[in-house]
């Protein structure tokens, strides 16, 4: 990476979206300057590099019976990783009560690539009506049929639950 963070950040920025346009040149320089500031690359790098305690930790608490007991919201978009995966089953093995959705024409950056899908989500979410997401002709389109829910029996297994931690 060296100390070029803009080419670094635009790498990730051109390679997991669906909507690069989300990202306004006025929010990579947002990104650009908050990750310029000391130690914020640093941080940023832990994160993976906890990545294997943070596994071990999940791993001790879900043996242990601990789960969060808190309404979780799960949004991810339709054009990354979570996408192939059963998202929502693997945070049901984390959480008593987790609703969640995919969101369309989406990659990583939900706020900056779908910002009134999300928006939806969250206010519902916060509202208490997480079983009432958007209808056809909402303004954002309909919300995919979640796979996770197709099969309520399945356990996820093999995946890297760190990606999906809920505690990173």
């Known amino acids: 990476m060296g100390h070029d ?8 920025f051109e390679r997991w979206t669906y909507n690069r346009h989300g990202l306004t040149p006025e ?16 941080a940023s790098f832990d994160d993976y590099r906890a990545m294997e305690q943070d596994i071990a930790l999940d791993d001790i608490d879900a043996a242990e019976g601990r789960r969060l007991t808190m309404p979780v919201l799960a949004v991810w978009g ?10 929502l089953e693997i945070w049901r093995a984390y959480a008593d009560d987790v609703t969640g959705a995919e969101i369309p024409e989406c990659g990583h950056f939900i706020p900056e690539e779908q ?7 969250l206010r519902a979410f916060l509202a208490g009506g997480t079983n009432q ?3 056809h002709g909402d303004g954002i389109g309909a919300p995919p049929v979640m796979r996770a829910l197709a099969d309520q029996s399945s356990r996820p297994t093999g995946l890297d639950h760190g990606v999906m931690s809920p505690y990173g």
């Open 5 to 12: 963070i803009r080419g670094y950040l635009e790498y990730f």
């Open 27 to 42: 929010a990579v320089d947002g990104y650009v300057r908050a990750f310029s500031r000391p130690g914020a690359m640093r």
């Open 78 to 87: 339709s054009a990354g990783l979570p996408a192939r995966l059963l998202t």
């Open 115 to 121: 910002p009134e899908a999300l928006l939806v989500h």
């Open 133 to 135: 997401w958007p209808r």
